[in-house]
C-alpha cells in the first residue's frame, strides 16, 4: 500500500510515464501503415493530376503503386510481430504493464493535452482518430533503416567501421592479463545492438546503452526473438521516393538479421543493454571506475554538451581505461530551436574535434592512435540509390591516465544547472543503484532500466 512517501510517489511516477513512453512507440508502430498509406496517396493524387497523354506514358506507376502498398503491409506485419514480442517479454508482469494498457496510457496522455482526435468524424478503426506526431512516423521508418545497417547482409558494407573498432579493441586488449574475467566494455548509442553483440563475440563483456525506448523495443526484438538467419522481410527503401535508379530499387525487399544473433555472442551473460540516458545512468556513483573501455561509435554528437560526455566517460572508466571513437560531429541539436524545460532555446555545443581532443587531454586522456584524415564511414545509406550518405568520420584511441581524478564534480553532473543532490530529488534518486530488467532473464541481451531514469521525457519529446 502507497505511504505516500516521496520514494513511493516517484515508483508510481516513474512506472506511469515508463508505461506511457511504451504506449507512445507501440501507437507509432500500429499507425505505420496508416501514415505509410498517406504517402502513396499523394504519390497517386499527383499523377492523376498530370495530364492525359502523360498518364498514359507512365500506366506502369497505378501497378507500382499497387506493389507499395503491398510492401506496406510486409512491414506492417513485421512491427506488429516486434509488439507481440513486447507482450512476450512482459508475460508474468500485470496486465497493467502490457502494451494494450500502455496504448490506453498514452491515448489519455494524448487527449489531456489536446493531441487528439483529428477533427473528423469517427473512423471505423479507433486509433485512426489518435495522430502520431510525425517525429515518430519518422523514428519508425528509422528503425527499418537501422535494421539494414545492422542485421542485413546489405548493411555488411557499413558495418566495415565495426571492424574498425574490433580490431582495435582486439590490439588494446591484446596482453588481456586474466582472460578468466573478460574486459568490460560499454558502448553508448547502441541502437540495434549489433556492435555489442560483435564485441561479445570476441569473449568481453559488453553493456550497450540506448535511450531511445522505440530502438531499445527494436534491439529486444532482434536479440531475443530472431531463432534463424534471414526470419523477417522488410522493404525499408518505399519510403526514399527521390534518387532511384529502377523501380524495382525503391521496392527491394531486405531480410533480417543475416545471422542469428545467439551465433555471435560467445558465452552466457557477456551481453547486456542498459536503458536510459547516458549521463544520467553513468554518472552515478555506483559507475565509477567500471568499464576497462567506452566505445564510442556515431555518439558523441548526440550531446548537447560534448563535454559532460568526456566527464562521464571519465568517471565510469578504470584507470588506465581505453577510449575508442570512431564517426563525424553532425551535432543532433544544432538545429533544434525548442524551448528547453528551464526556459529559452535547447542548449546545444558545437566545437570542433580539435577542441574535444584537447579538452579531454585536460580530463585525463592521452592520444595514443589517430587515424590520419580519418576514415570513410557511410551513415544508413541505401546502397542503390543515386544519393548517399558517407562522413570523413574521426577515429582514435585515448587511455585515461591512471593518475586522473575522475570524481565529477556538482556542475558535470548537473542537468540545466542543478547539483546532483537537486536533480537526485528531482528523479526520485533514493541512494540506490538498482537496475531491473525489460525481458526475461532467459534472453540473449537482457534490457536493464535504471530505476532513477526519467521517462517523461521520451513520453513527452
Same mark, same amino acid.
Given at each position: 500500500?502507497?505511504?505516500?512517501?516521496?520514494?513511493?510517489?516517484?515508483?508510481?511516477?516513474? !512506472?506511469?510515464?515508463?508505461?506511457? !513512453?511504451?504506449?507512445?512507440?507501440?501507437?507509432?508502430?500500429?499507425?505505420?501503415?496508416?501514415?505509410?498509406?498517406?504517402?502513396?496517396?499523394?504519390?497517386?493524387?499527383?499523377?492523376?493530376?498530370?495530364?492525359?497523354?502523360?498518364?498514359?506514358?507512365?500506366?506502369?506507376?497505378?501497378?507500382?503503386?499497387?506493389?507499395?502498398?503491398?510492401?506496406?503491409?510486409?512491414?506492417?506485419?513485421?512491427?506488429?510481430?516486434?509488439?507481440?514480442?513486447?507482450?512476450?517479454?512482459?508475460?508474468?508482469?500485470?496486465?497493467?504493464?502490457?502494451? #494494450? #494498457?500502455?496504448?490506453?496510457?498514452?491515448?489519455?496522455?494524448?487527449?489531456?493535452?489536446?493531441?487528439?482526435?483529428? =477533427?473528423?468524424? =469517427?473512423?471505423?478503426?479507433?486509433?485512426?482518430?489518435?495522430?502520431?506526431?510525425?517525429?515518430?512516423?519518422? /523514428?519508425?521508418?528509422?528503425?527499418?533503416?537501422?535494421?539494414?545497417?545492422?542485421?542485413?547482409?546489405?548493411? @555488411?558494407?557499413?558495418?566495415?567501421?565495426?571492424?574498425?573498432?574490433?580490431?582495435?579493441?582486439?590490439? +588494446?586488449?591484446?596482453?588481456?592479463?586474466?582472460?578468466?574475467?573478460?574486459? /568490460?566494455?560499454?558502448?553508448?548509442?547502441?541502437?540495434?545492438?549489433?556492435? *555489442?553483440?560483435?564485441? !561479445?563475440?570476441?569473449?568481453?563483456?559488453?553493456?550497450?546503452?540506448?535511450?531511445?525506448?522505440?530502438?531499445?523495443? @527494436?534491439?529486444?526484438?532482434?536479440?531475443?526473438?530472431?531463432?534463424?538467419?534471414?526470419?523477417?522481410?522488410?522493404?525499408?527503401?518505399?519510403? &526514399?521516393?527521390?534518387?532511384?535508379?529502377?523501380?524495382?530499387?525503391?521496392?527491394?525487399?531486405?531480410?533480417?538479421?543475416?545471422?542469428?544473433?545467439?551465433?555471435?555472442?560467445?558465452? !552466457?551473460?557477456?551481453?547486456?543493454?542498459?536503458?536510459?540516458?547516458?549521463?544520467?545512468?553513468?554518472?552515478?556513483? @555506483?559507475?565509477?571506475?567500471?568499464?576497462?573501455?567506452?566505445?564510442?561509435?556515431?555518439?558523441?554528437?548526440? #550531446?548537447?554538451?560534448?563535454?559532460?560526455?568526456?566527464?562521464?566517460?571519465?568517471? *565510469?572508466?578504470?584507470?588506465?581505461?581505453?577510449?575508442?571513437?570512431?564517426?563525424?560531429?553532425?551535432?543532433?541539436?544544432?538545429?533544434?530551436?525548442?524551448?528547453? @524545460?528551464?526556459?529559452?532555446?535547447?542548449?546545444?555545443?558545437?566545437?570542433?574535434?580539435?577542441?574535444?581532443?584537447?579538452?579531454?587531454?585536460?580530463?585525463?586522456?592521452?592520444?595514443?592512435?589517430?587515424?590520419?584524415?580519418? +576514415?570513410?564511414? =557511410?551513415?544508413?545509406?541505401?546502397?542503390? &540509390?543515386?544519393?548517399?550518405?558517407?562522413?570523413?568520420?574521426?577515429?582514435?584511441?585515448?587511455?585515461?591516465?591512471?593518475?586522473?581524478?575522475?570524481?565529477?564534480?556538482?556542475?558535470?553532473?548537473? /542537468?540545466?544547472?542543478?547539483?546532483?543532490?537537486?536533480?537526485?530529488?528531482?528523479?526520485?534518486?533514493?541512494?540506490?543503484?538498482?537496475?531491473?530488467?525489460?525481458?526475461? &532473464?532467459?534472453?540473449?541481451?537482457?534490457?536493464?532500466?535504471?530505476?532513477?531514469?526519467?521517462? &517523461?521525457?521520451?513520453?513527452?519529446?
Amino acid at each position: 500500500m502507497d505511504d505516500g512517501t516521496p520514494v513511493d510517489r516517484f515508483e508510481d511516477d516513474s !512506472a506511469r510515464q515508463e508505461l506511457e !513512453a511504451l504506449g507512445r512507440v507501440v501507437l507509432a508502430f500500429r499507425g505505420y501503415e496508416r501514415d505509410a498509406y498517406v504517402d502513396i496517396s499523394r504519390w497517386e493524387n499527383s499523377f492523376r493530376r498530370l495530364p492525359s497523354d502523360h498518364m498514359e506514358l507512365l500506366q506502369n506507376q497505378v501497378h507500382k503503386f499497387m506493389l507499395l502498398r503491398l510492401c506496406v503491409d510486409v512491414n506492417q506485419n513485421f512491427f506488429n510481430t516486434l509488439l507481440q514480442s513486447v507482450d512476450e517479454d512482459r508475460e508474468g508482469s500485470s496486465s497493467e504493464a502490457s502494451s #494494450a #494498457a500502455a496504448l490506453t496510457a498514452w491515448k489519455n496522455v494524448m487527449t489531456s493535452r489536446g493531441m487528439n482526435p483529428f =477533427p473528423l468524424p =469517427p473512423a471505423e478503426d479507433a486509433e485512426a482518430a489518435y495522430r502520431v506526431p510525425r517525429s515518430d512516423v519518422d /523514428r519508425v521508418r528509422y528503425v527499418m533503416k537501422n535494421m539494414v545497417r545492422d542485421w542485413s547482409s546489405e548493411g @555488411a558494407e557499413e558495418r566495415k567501421s565495426y571492424e574498425l573498432i574490433l580490431n582495435q579493441l582486439k590490439s +588494446v586488449f591484446a596482453d588481456w592479463p586474466d582472460m578468466g574475467v573478460p574486459p /568490460r566494455v560499454l558502448i553508448p548509442g547502441a541502437g540495434l545492438g549489433r556492435l *555489442c553483440c560483435e564485441v !561479445a563475440g570476441l569473449g568481453y563483456e559488453a553493456q550497450g546503452n540506448e535511450f531511445s525506448y522505440m530502438m531499445l523495443l @527494436a534491439s529486444s526484438f532482434i536479440l531475443n526473438h530472431s531463432d534463424r538467419a534471414e526470419q523477417f522481410t522488410i522493404h525499408p527503401w518505399i519510403h &526514399s521516393s527521390c534518387n532511384n535508379l529502377s523501380n524495382a530499387d525503391q521496392l527491394r525487399p531486405v531480410t533480417v538479421p543475416d545471422v542469428q544473433p545467439g551465433e555471435i555472442v560467445k558465452g !552466457a551473460g557477456l551481453l547486456s543493454m542498459s536503458a536510459g540516458d547516458f549521463v544520467e545512468v553513468y554518472s552515478t556513483p @555506483a559507475m565509477e571506475s567500471t568499464f576497462d573501455c567506452v566505445v564510442t561509435c556515431f555518439f558523441i554528437d548526440t #550531446a548537447h554538451n560534448v563535454l559532460q560526455y568526456l566527464d562521464v566517460m571519465a568517471h *565510469c572508466l578504470k584507470p588506465g581505461g581505453k577510449w575508442i571513437n570512431l564517426g563525424p560531429l553532425l551535432y543532433h541539436w544544432a538545429e533544434n530551436f525548442t524551448p528547453s @524545460a528551464c526556459g529559452g532555446e535547447t542548449m546545444s555545443l558545437e566545437i570542433s574535434m580539435e577542441d574535444i581532443l584537447r579538452v579531454a587531454g585536460l580530463r585525463g586522456f592521452k592520444l595514443d592512435h589517430m587515424q590520419e584524415g580519418g +576514415v570513410q564511414a =557511410p551513415y544508413m545509406a541505401n546502397s542503390r &540509390s543515386m544519393l548517399r550518405t558517407q562522413y570523413q568520420a574521426s577515429f582514435f584511441t585515448m587511455t585515461l591516465d591512471p593518475d586522473y581524478d575522475s570524481h565529477p564534480n556538482a556542475d558535470t553532473l548537473a /542537468r540545466s544547472g542543478e547539483d546532483e543532490v537537486s536533480r537526485g530529488k528531482r528523479m526520485g534518486y533514493n541512494g540506490s543503484s538498482s537496475i531491473r530488467t525489460l525481458t526475461n &532473464s532467459a534472453d540473449l541481451c537482457d534490457i536493464w532500466c535504471d530505476e532513477t531514469e526519467d521517462w &517523461s521525457v521520451i513520453s513527452s519529446n
